[in-house]
Protein backbone atom coordinates (compact mmCIF):
# COMPACT_ATOMS: atom_id res chain seq x y z
CA UNK A 1 0.00 0.00 0.00
CA UNK A 2 1.19 3.36 -0.72
CA UNK A 3 1.64 5.78 2.09
CA UNK A 4 0.70 9.36 0.25
CA UNK A 5 -1.34 9.80 -2.61
CA UNK A 6 -2.04 12.84 -4.65
CA UNK A 7 -4.87 13.70 -7.16
CA UNK A 8 -4.68 16.70 -9.84
CA UNK A 9 -6.31 17.68 -12.68
CA UNK A 10 -7.71 20.95 -14.17
CA UNK A 11 -10.67 22.28 -12.48
CA UNK A 12 -14.13 20.62 -13.36
CA UNK A 13 -11.94 17.24 -14.01
CA UNK A 14 -13.86 15.68 -10.72
CA UNK A 15 -10.41 14.76 -8.97
CA UNK A 16 -12.15 15.80 -5.12
CA UNK A 17 -14.51 13.42 -6.19
CA UNK A 18 -12.38 10.90 -7.04
CA UNK A 19 -9.98 11.22 -3.73
CA UNK A 20 -13.18 11.41 -1.68
CA UNK A 21 -14.32 7.86 -2.97
CA UNK A 22 -10.99 6.56 -2.73
CA UNK A 23 -10.55 7.12 0.71
CA UNK A 24 -13.96 6.30 1.52
CA UNK A 25 -13.21 2.84 0.02
CA UNK A 26 -9.98 2.51 2.18
CA UNK A 27 -11.55 3.14 4.97
CA UNK A 28 -14.25 0.41 4.66
CA UNK A 29 -12.02 -1.75 3.90
CA UNK A 30 -10.14 -0.99 7.21
CA UNK A 31 -7.06 1.24 5.72
CA UNK A 32 -6.07 4.20 8.39
CA UNK A 33 -6.86 7.09 6.11
CA UNK A 34 -6.37 10.56 6.63
CA UNK A 35 -7.79 12.78 4.13
CA UNK A 36 -6.52 16.36 2.98
CA UNK A 37 -7.16 18.88 0.87
CA UNK A 38 -5.56 21.82 -0.42
CA UNK A 39 -5.18 24.51 0.53
CA UNK A 40 -6.30 23.91 3.94
CA UNK A 41 -6.85 21.16 6.05
CA UNK A 42 -5.06 23.45 9.20
CA UNK A 43 -6.57 26.19 10.59
CA UNK A 44 -3.83 28.25 9.35
CA UNK A 45 -4.50 26.42 5.61
CA UNK A 46 -8.23 27.20 5.67
CA UNK A 47 -7.36 31.15 6.36
CA UNK A 48 -5.31 31.07 3.74
CA UNK A 49 -7.75 29.44 1.28
CA UNK A 50 -10.37 31.77 2.10
CA UNK A 51 -8.05 34.45 1.49
CA UNK A 52 -6.55 33.10 -1.66
CA UNK A 53 -9.41 31.60 -3.37
CA UNK A 54 -12.48 33.52 -1.85
CA UNK A 55 -11.89 36.98 -1.42
CA UNK A 56 -11.87 37.80 -5.15
CA UNK A 57 -12.16 41.43 -4.32
CA UNK A 58 -8.59 41.48 -3.08
CA UNK A 59 -6.00 41.89 -5.61
CA UNK A 60 -3.47 39.53 -4.97
CA UNK A 61 0.07 39.22 -7.46
CA UNK A 62 1.27 36.44 -9.01
CA UNK A 63 4.36 35.96 -6.43
CA UNK A 64 2.03 36.65 -3.47
CA UNK A 65 -0.53 34.14 -4.30
CA UNK A 66 2.82 31.50 -4.90
CA UNK A 67 3.97 32.05 -1.58
CA UNK A 68 0.15 31.79 -0.01
CA UNK A 69 0.42 28.54 -1.16
CA UNK A 70 3.33 27.29 -0.31
CA UNK A 71 2.68 28.84 3.28
CA UNK A 72 -0.74 26.58 3.39
CA UNK A 73 1.51 23.81 2.56
CA UNK A 74 4.45 23.78 4.21
CA UNK A 75 2.09 23.94 7.30
CA UNK A 76 0.23 20.68 5.63
CA UNK A 77 3.58 19.00 4.90
CA UNK A 78 4.20 19.17 8.66
CA UNK A 79 1.20 17.43 10.03
CA UNK A 80 1.13 15.24 7.18
CA UNK A 81 4.85 13.83 8.95
CA UNK A 82 3.09 13.10 12.03
CA UNK A 83 1.11 10.75 9.79
CA UNK A 84 3.46 9.63 7.16
CA UNK A 85 3.86 5.63 7.30
CA UNK A 86 0.96 5.29 9.60
CA UNK A 87 -1.98 6.17 7.61
CA UNK A 88 -2.83 6.48 4.06
CA UNK A 89 -2.66 9.82 3.56
CA UNK A 90 -4.86 11.14 0.47
CA UNK A 91 -4.34 14.42 -0.42
CA UNK A 92 -6.52 17.07 -3.22
CA UNK A 93 -3.43 19.35 -4.76
CA UNK A 94 -0.10 18.95 -3.62
CA UNK A 95 3.15 20.55 -5.46
CA UNK A 96 2.25 19.50 -9.07
CA UNK A 97 -0.56 22.20 -8.80
CA UNK A 98 1.53 25.10 -8.22
CA UNK A 99 4.19 23.98 -11.19
CA UNK A 100 0.67 23.67 -12.71
CA UNK A 101 -0.71 26.79 -12.08
CA UNK A 102 1.68 29.45 -10.68
CA UNK A 103 4.45 28.18 -13.01
CA UNK A 104 2.39 27.49 -15.98
CA UNK A 105 -0.46 29.96 -15.57
CA UNK A 106 0.96 32.77 -13.80
CA UNK A 107 4.26 32.43 -15.59
CA UNK A 108 6.71 32.63 -12.33
CA UNK A 109 9.88 31.06 -12.89
CA UNK A 110 9.42 27.29 -12.74
CA UNK A 111 12.92 27.39 -9.86
CA UNK A 112 11.01 30.08 -7.60
CA UNK A 113 8.40 28.33 -7.08
CA UNK A 114 10.31 25.03 -6.35
CA UNK A 115 12.14 27.13 -3.84
CA UNK A 116 9.58 28.47 -1.93
CA UNK A 117 8.20 24.93 -1.79
CA UNK A 118 11.37 23.93 -0.18
CA UNK A 119 9.44 22.34 3.08
CA UNK A 120 7.04 20.33 1.41
CA UNK A 121 9.88 17.70 1.43
CA UNK A 122 7.38 14.46 1.77
CA UNK A 123 7.12 12.91 -2.30
CA UNK A 124 3.90 11.83 -3.27
CA UNK A 125 4.05 7.71 -3.92
CA UNK A 126 1.81 7.70 -6.40
CA UNK A 127 -0.63 10.58 -8.31
CA UNK A 128 -3.71 10.13 -10.02
CA UNK A 129 -4.09 12.51 -12.57
CA UNK A 130 -7.75 12.70 -13.65
CA UNK A 131 -7.68 14.03 -17.16
CA UNK A 132 -10.24 15.97 -19.45
CA UNK A 133 -9.83 18.10 -22.22
CA UNK A 134 -10.00 22.31 -21.84
CA UNK A 135 -13.54 22.35 -23.48
CA UNK A 136 -14.99 19.99 -21.02
CA UNK A 137 -12.98 21.78 -17.58
CA UNK A 138 -14.23 25.03 -19.25
CA UNK A 139 -17.91 24.12 -19.14
CA UNK A 140 -17.99 22.33 -15.46
CA UNK A 141 -15.75 25.47 -13.92
CA UNK A 142 -18.99 27.23 -11.95
CA UNK A 143 -16.48 30.58 -10.90
CA UNK A 144 -16.29 29.37 -7.48
CA UNK A 145 -13.47 31.08 -6.72
CA UNK A 146 -10.56 33.54 -8.01
CA UNK A 147 -8.97 30.96 -10.13
CA UNK A 148 -12.33 29.87 -12.04
CA UNK A 149 -12.48 33.66 -12.94
CA UNK A 150 -9.08 32.83 -15.43
CA UNK A 151 -9.91 32.50 -19.08
CA UNK A 152 -8.74 29.60 -21.85
CA UNK A 153 -5.20 30.64 -22.36
CA UNK A 154 -4.95 30.39 -18.61
CA UNK A 155 -5.87 27.03 -18.72
CA UNK A 156 -4.15 26.11 -21.56
CA UNK A 157 -0.57 26.96 -20.22
CA UNK A 158 -2.04 24.67 -16.98
CA UNK A 159 -2.17 22.03 -18.94
CA UNK A 160 0.58 21.69 -21.03
CA UNK A 161 2.50 21.85 -17.95
CA UNK A 162 0.54 19.06 -16.51
CA UNK A 163 1.07 17.06 -19.66
CA UNK A 164 4.97 17.81 -19.41
CA UNK A 165 4.85 16.31 -14.98
CA UNK A 166 2.97 13.56 -16.95
CA UNK A 167 6.32 13.13 -18.80
CA UNK A 168 8.85 13.49 -16.66
CA UNK A 169 7.37 11.47 -13.92
CA UNK A 170 5.46 8.36 -15.84
CA UNK A 171 6.77 6.06 -12.89
CA UNK A 172 4.46 8.05 -10.24
CA UNK A 173 1.41 10.15 -12.09
CA UNK A 174 -1.31 7.39 -13.12
CA UNK A 175 -3.55 9.43 -16.24
CA UNK A 176 -7.20 8.57 -15.80
CA UNK A 177 -9.53 9.37 -18.24
CA UNK A 178 -12.12 11.54 -16.72
CA UNK A 179 -14.17 11.42 -19.82
CA UNK A 180 -16.38 8.69 -17.80
CA UNK A 181 -18.74 8.06 -15.41
CA UNK A 182 -17.95 8.26 -11.49
CA UNK A 183 -18.17 5.16 -11.32
CA UNK A 184 -16.19 3.78 -13.94
CA UNK A 185 -13.28 6.19 -12.92
CA UNK A 186 -13.24 5.14 -9.24
CA UNK A 187 -13.56 1.34 -10.71
CA UNK A 188 -10.16 2.13 -12.56
CA UNK A 189 -8.51 4.03 -9.54
CA UNK A 190 -9.69 0.89 -7.21
CA UNK A 191 -8.08 -1.41 -9.45
CA UNK A 192 -4.84 0.52 -9.91
CA UNK A 193 -4.46 0.92 -6.43
CA UNK A 194 -4.88 -3.29 -5.73
CA UNK A 195 -1.77 -3.50 -8.01
CA UNK A 196 0.55 -1.31 -5.68
Known sequence: ??????????????????????????????ENVLFVREPGSTPLGEILRDAVLKQQDIAISPQAEALIFAAARAQLTENLKENYGKKTIICDRFLDSSIAYQHGGRGLPLEFVKQINIFADIK?????????????????????????????????????????????????????????????????????????
Open 1 to 30: MKNFITFEGLDGSGKTTQANLLADYFEKNG
Open 124 to 196: PDITFFIDIDLETSLKRIQDHDRLDLEGPKFYEKVYKIYKNLISEHKKRIVVIDGNRTIEEIHEEIVSYSKQQ
